[in-house]
Each structure stands twice: as structure tokens, then as C-alpha cells.
């Protein structure tokens, strides 16, 4: 029998905040039902969640993934030209729903729709205006090679370390890229054009390592979220994620490799039209600054910069 879970029991089994197992549900990470009003994960949906890439492609039809209509091509066009509201490429963090949230009661704010992309699919599809902001974490130089022709202004939302996640203790004592290639090491990788995807492979090709030798390369991922369960449960033993993500468990230690920036990049054209000049106005006010940093402990002493590419 497929046994069922309440989300403290699954909150147990993966050593994370009761919180978080709803925000992994609420983000369509982790499937779940409902047995009249209450709230239940199976032990297929748990090991779909845990499995990620790996999981059978059959199970689909049993797990009932979530809708994906809101990112579809369609429904982002008829948005983009219809509606009086933005789109917001990203994926999901406490900077993003701190400044939707502000949108909303701004006196020059918009309705914001926000498409879960990472870094190079948000570039891609400002790049062919499929969106109006991309949130992307690279290095601002990098840009013009992605989005070629445009003129860019990019906002700064904040800057954090990104590094690996490993068990408490790192038992194994990984510290360098060249220890991903040992044998009794398995890695949580993310998917492609992920910020952490990118930085790995950037750092493998100056290394001159071959992701053949890495266990685990191919299975991806696509949360810090995802990628640090799967370590907390002995199905990995590291992978490449933000600090914040790995303060919100005892059972992992993070050790920093590199402080890279967030931000929004537009149209450079676009940033005094309503909705955009908005937008500056709440990541240059004071209650984002203080609402982002109390939240995550972000670096905010570049938080509203404007650079133009």
C-alpha cells in the first residue's frame, strides 16, 4: 500500500522546517493530495520529489503534475499584449515575493505576473520579448553576449555567496571541484541554465575536469531546495547552492566559493514608463532594504544600483 505522510511527517523525514514542506508544495515542487480537508504525500510523490530528473517518466500520469498553463507561451503572450501588467521572469525567492508584494499597494504599481525561469531561459525570453524583466544572477559583463543588441539597464537586487552544500561535518572533507570527481562522491547537480549549472560548468572547463567524471552530473535538479534534500537524505553528498537555503537546515554545512550579484535586467528604454519606474522606486526604498536583508541576511550595499549595458 502506498503509504501517506502529513507535512510535519515529511517536514521529519527530510530534516527541514514544516514551512518549507508547504512552500515546496506551493511551488508544484512537491506533489501532494487531499483527503478531505486534510493535506497528504504519498510515498510516490516524496520519491518523485527526491528523484527529481531520475523519476519514471510513467509516473506523470499516476502523480498528477500541476497545470503548467501559466507559463505557457500563450497565455505570456496575450499578458505581454494585452494587459497592463508586467512580466516578471524567475524563479521563486523572498526578494521576488517581498517586491511583488510591494508592487501591489505602490501607487504607480502594476499587476505582476511572474514566470518561474532561471537566469539564462529569463534572458532568453526578454531577448525575444516574451518578458519585460529578467531575474538573473551572472556576472553584469556576461550580458551583452546573451542578449545581443539590446540596450540593458540592470538593477541590483542584492549580492550573496554561492557554494557547495555538504553534510554537517562535511565527513567526506570536500572542499575544491577536483573532490566531485572521487569515487565515493555522488553530486546534486542543477539543470542547465541554472545560475549554479553555469558557475559549475564555467569552473570545471577552468579546472579541465570532465563532468564524465562526476557521479551525479546528469541527474538535475532544479531548486537549492531540491538539491539540499537530496543531500540531507544520503542521496548526494554535495552540490551548489546559495547560503540562505542551507541555514534553514542542522544537517548541512555550507562552505562559500564565490559572492555574485542578483538583479533585474529591461530594456534600458523601458525603465521610466509606469510599472518599470515603480519597480526602482520599491528596490531603492528603505522598506525593501530592510524587509530583504531581516529576511535572508542578503548584502545589500548595492541594492537599487542602475548600470546601463
Same mark, same amino acid.
Given at each position: ?131 519585460? @524583466?529578467?531575474?538573473? =544572477?551572472?556576472?553584469?559583463?556576461? *550580458? +551583452?553576449?546573451?542578449?545581443?543588441? &539590446?540596450? /540593458? !539597464? ?90 540562505? @537555503?542551507?541555514?534553514? =537546515?542542522?544537517?548541512?554545512?555550507? *562552505? +562559500?566559493?564565490?559572492?555574485?550579484? &542578483?538583479? /533585474? !535586467? ?44
Amino acid at each position: 500500500m502506498n503509504k501517506l505522510y502529513t507535512a510535519q511527517e515529511v517536514a521529519d523525514k527530510l530534516k527541514i522546517k514544516k514551512t518549507t514542506v508547504y512552500e515546496l508544495i506551493k511551488r508544484g515542487e512537491l506533489q501532494s493530495s487531499k483527503i478531505g480537508k486534510q493535506l497528504r504525500i504519498s510515498d510516490a510523490q516524496l520519491e518523485q520529489y527526491l528523484h527529481g530528473s531520475d523519476a519514471d517518466p510513467s509516473a506523470s500520469s499516476i502523480l498528477h503534475l500541476p497545470d503548467t498553463q501559466p507559463e505557457s507561451s500563450v497565455l505570456k503572450r496575450d499578458y505581454l499584449l494585452y494587459s497592463n501588467g508586467l512580466i516578471l521572469s524567475g524563479q521563486t525567492s523572498a526578494a521576488l515575493e517581498l517586491l511583488c508584494g510591494l508592487m501591489a499597494v505602490h501607487p504607480n504599481g502594476m499587476p505582476v505576473l511572474q514566470s518561474h525561469m532561471n537566469t539564462y531561459n529569463g534572458l532568453y525570453a526578454l531577448y525575444f520579448n516574451k518578458a519585460h @524583466i529578467a531575474a538573473a =544572477s551572472i556576472s553584469p559583463e556576461v *550580458l +551583452p553576449h546573451l542578449v545581443p543588441g &539590446m540596450s /540593458l !539597464a540592470v538593477i541590483y537586487l542584492y549580492e550573496y555567496f554561492m557554494g557547495f552544500y555538504v553534510r554537517e561535518g562535511n565527513p567526506k572533507e570536500i572542499r575544491t571541484f577536483h573532490d566531485l570527481t572521487r569515487a565515493d562522491i555522488i553530486l546534486a547537480n542543477r539543470e542547465k541554465g541554472s545560475t549554479r549549472r553555469i558557475y559549475l560548468d564555467s569552473q570545471l572547463k577552468e579546472n579541465h575536469i570532465s563532468p564524465l567524471d562526476i557521479s551525479g552530473y546528469r541527474h538535475e535538479l532544479v531548486s537549492d531546495l531540491s538539491t539540499a534534500a537530496a543531500i540531507i537524505n544520503g542521496k548526494a553528498d554535495a552540490a551548489i547552492g546559495e547560503e540562505y @537555503i542551507s541555514r534553514q =537546515s542542522d544537517c548541512l554545512d555550507f *562552505l +562559500p566559493l564565490t559572492k555574485i550579484p &542578483m538583479f /533585474l !535586467a529591461m530594456d534600458a528604454d523601458a525603465l521610466e514608463k509606469p510599472g518599470f519606474s515603480a519597480i526602482v522606486d520599491i528596490v531603492r526604498s528603505e522598506d525593501f532594504k530592510f524587509g530583504l536583508h531581516s529576511q535572508t541576511g542578503y548584502d545589500i550595499s548595492r541594492t537599487g544600483e542602475i548600470l546601463y549595458l
